[in-house]
C-alpha cells in the first residue's frame, strides 16, 4: 500500500515523527495521493456523505446525551426539554432525527450504486460483506434510537420488534427477555437501549475504518468496472480531485438536509410519537420509520406455515434472510463483469428490482389487509427470486457488451 | 463532467423511498379542509394577537379539563410567542397556586419558571370529572395529530413542507359536532357525535360557542368576530404554538441557511470545476 507514497518529511520534527509513527505519511498516501480513477461518478459522492452523516450523528447524538434522561418516567418530557430549554436544543434534535433519515437516504444510494457497477465482486467482496454489516448495525442503532423519545410509537416498535425474536426457537423466549430486560418493555429495555444506542455509532465508525482499508487495498471500482491498467493514465490524486468534488456532492446532500430540518422536521416522523408511550393503548396502525418499510412489508407478507415451521418463525427467517442474503451477493452474481452498463439483461433486472423495493417501501406502510397483502408477497418473492435465481442465472445466459480496455480509453472515447 | 440526470435521479430514488412513509396512517378519515395559518411555509410566523386571542380561549375555556404540563409561564414571555411582557408574566402567574410540598400549607403563589398547573390532581381526578375519559395534556397535541392525504397529493407535502396538519384537525374537530348523531349510529351514554374524531363518539362536549369568549378591541384594530369559527382557529394556532414555540426562530435561519448553502454549492461546484478543467473524466 506504500508505493504510492511521495512524501519525503519535511523538516526535522517530522523525520522525527515519521520513524516512530508515520501519521503524516499514512494521511499522505491515503487521504491525498491516493490513486482514484478518473471517471467516478457522482454517484460515487455518497461514501464522503455517509461519512459526513456518520459525524452529523455522533456529534448531535453527543450533545442530546447531555441532556437526556433515559428513565419512562422522564424520557418524553426530556426531549421536549430539549427541543424547549436548551439553547439551539430544537435544531440539535431536529438534525438528529431528520439525520438518520438522510443517513439511510444516503446509505440506499450508495448499496444500489454498489449493486448497479458491481462493485461486491472480486476483489472487493470483504468491501462489499463489511458494507452489509455497516448497513446492519445501522439498523440496529436507529431502531434503539427510535425508542428514546419514548413515544407510542418508540414504545411499540420496542414491542413489536423485539417480539419477533421470540420465534426463535429454544433461545427465543430467553433472549426476548434479555433484550427488554424483563418480560415486557419497560424502564430496562429503555436504559440498555440507550446505553447500545450510545455504543453502536462507535463501533460502526470502526467498521467503517475497516471499510475503507479494505477500499484501499484494491482501490476503487468505477463505472465502467474495468480495473486501473495504468496509474498515470487511469487515475488521479484524491487530493484536490475527489476532495473538492466529494465536498461539493456533500454541500448539495445538505441541501434537503436542511429543508426537512428547518422546515419540516415532523414530516418523516409519525405523529403518534408525540404521545407518550402508554402499554395498555395500542396505536391504529404500527409502522416503523420509513427507512425500515421495505424489511416490515417482508416480515409482515408470510402469513402461512411451511411444513412444521410456523408462519411468525418464518417470517424472520424472510426478514433476516433478506438482509443475510446480501451477504451472498458477491457470489450469488455469477457474471464476470462488473457494470451494468454493459450487461444488456442485468440492467432491466436491475431496474425492476429497484421498482420492486420501492414497492416493498410502500407495501410496508399499508394496512395489511385485501390487495397489499397479495402484492407483498409477490414483491418479497421477487425480491428472494432476484437473488437467488435471476443473478446466478444472467451470468451464464448473458453476452455482455464489449468492454473498453482501459478507463483512460473510454474516457478518451467519450470525449468530443 | 457534472451530470445533471444522475442528481435528478438520486433525488428521485430517495424521494421514492421516503414518500410512502406518509401514507401509514389511518385511512378512514374524512376529509379535512387545510386552513390558511400564518406560521406555514418557510416564511411562517406566529400572528401574535391571534396566539393572545387562542390563549385567552385555552386558559377560560380548555384549561378548565386539559392540563399543559410542558408549558412554564415564562415562556408565554419568550420572542416569537405571544409577546406578554415580564410584568403580565408575573401577574399571570401569582394568580395561581402552585403545589409545592416546601411551601408553607403546601402550596404558594406562581412564579414565571413555574409550569402551567393541571387542572386535576391525578389522571383518575380527571377521568372522574370527565366521565371516564382522560383529557389529553395540550402541550404537544398539536403535533400529535395530524391530517392524511390520498394519494397522490402527500407526494406534494414534502416539497411544500406541510407541517401544520395538526392545526387543521383540531380547528375541524372544534367545528365537527352534530347536535344529533346520523341515523343508525349507536351514540353511548355520555358521548357527542363528532365528524372527524377517529370513531365519531367522543367524550368532550361541543367545548366552544358563538359568543363565549369576548376579545378586547385594542383602539384602532378592527373587532374580530366572536364565532366558533374564530375561536377555534385563534386556539388551534396557539396550540400550534405551545407544541412548537421556537417555530419562527427556526423558519428564519433555515431560510439563511438554506440560502448559504445553494450560494456555497454553486461556489464549490465552480471551484470543482476549475480544479478538474483538462482533465477527461
Known sequence: ?????????????????????????????????????????????????????????????????????????????SVEHIRRDVNGGRMIQSFHAVGASMFFAAVYIHIFRGMYFGSYKAPREILWILGVLIFLLMMATAFMGYVLPWGQMSGWAATVITNIFAAIPIVGTPLLELLRGGFSVGNPTLNRFFSLHYLLPFVIAAVVALHIWALHVPGNNNPIGVDVKDTKRDTLPFHPYYTMKDAFGMVLFLIPFAWFAFFAPDILGHPDNYIQFNSQVTPAHIVPEWYFLPFYAILRAIDFNLLFIDSKLLGVIFFGGSILILFFLPWLDTSKVRSGNFRPMFKWFYWLFVVNFVALTYLGAQPAEGIYVILSKICTAYYFIHFIVILPVLGRIETPRPLPTSISESVLGKAH | MFNTKTILAAVALVASLALP?????????????????????????????????????????????????????????????????????????????????????????????????????????????????????????????????????????????????????????????????????????GKYYNDYFPGHAIGMGPPLADGLVSYEVAEGEAEVPLTLQQYSTDVAAFMMWMGEPHLAGRKQTGFVVLLFLVLFAGLMYATKRRIWQGIEH
Open chain 1, 1 to 77: 500500500m506504500s508505493e504510492h507514497s511521495t512524501y519525503t518529511p519535511g523538516s526535522g520534527i517530522e523525520k522525527w515523527l515519521d520513524e516512530r509513527l508515520p501519521i503524516i505519511r499514512f494521511s499522505k498516501e491515503h487521504l491525498m495521493d491516493f490513486p482514484t480513477p478518473k471517471n467516478l461518478n457522482y454517484w460515487w459522492t455518497f461514501g464522503a456523505i455517509l461519512v459526513m452523516c456518520l459525524g452529523i450523528q455522533i456529534v448531535t447524538g453527543v450533545i442530546l446525551a447531555m441532556h437526556y434522561t433515559p428513565n419512562i418516567g422522564m424520557a418524553f418530557d
Open chain 2, 21 to 189: 412513509a406518509a401514507a401509514q396512517e389511518g385511512h378512514s378519515t374524512p376529509h379535512i379542509d387545510k386552513q390558511s395559518w400564518s406560521f406555514a411555509g418557510i416564511f411562517g410566523t406566529y400572528d401574535q394577537n391571534q396566539l393572545q386571542r387562542g390563549f385567552q380561549v385555552f386558559r377560560e375555556v380548555c384549561s378548565n379539563c386539559h392540563s399543559a404540563r410542558l408549558i412554564a409561564f415564562r415562556t408565554l414571555a419568550e420572542e416569537g410567542g405571544p409577546g406578554f411582557s415580564d410584568e403580565q408574566i408575573k401577574a399571570l402567574a401569582a394568580e395561581y397556586e402552585i403545589a409545592d410540598p416546601t411551601a408553607d400549607g403546601g402550596v404558594r403563589k406562581g412564579v414565571a419558571a413555574d409550569f402551567w398547573p393541571s387542572p386535576f390532581a391525578t389522571e383518575q381526578d380527571a377521568r372522574d370529572a370527565n366521565g371516564g375519559a382522560l383529557p389529553p395534556d395540550f402541550s404537544v397535541l398539536a403535533k400529535a395529530r395530524g391530517v392524511t392525504d390520498a394519494f397522490p397529493f402527500w407526494i406534494f407535502n414534502y416539497f411544500t413542507g406541510y407541517s401544520e396538519g395538526g392545526p387543521d384537525y383540531i380547528h375541524a374537530l372544534l367545528n365537527g359536532y352534530h347536535e344529533e348523531a346520523p341515523e343508525g349510529f349507536e351514540l353511548a351514554e
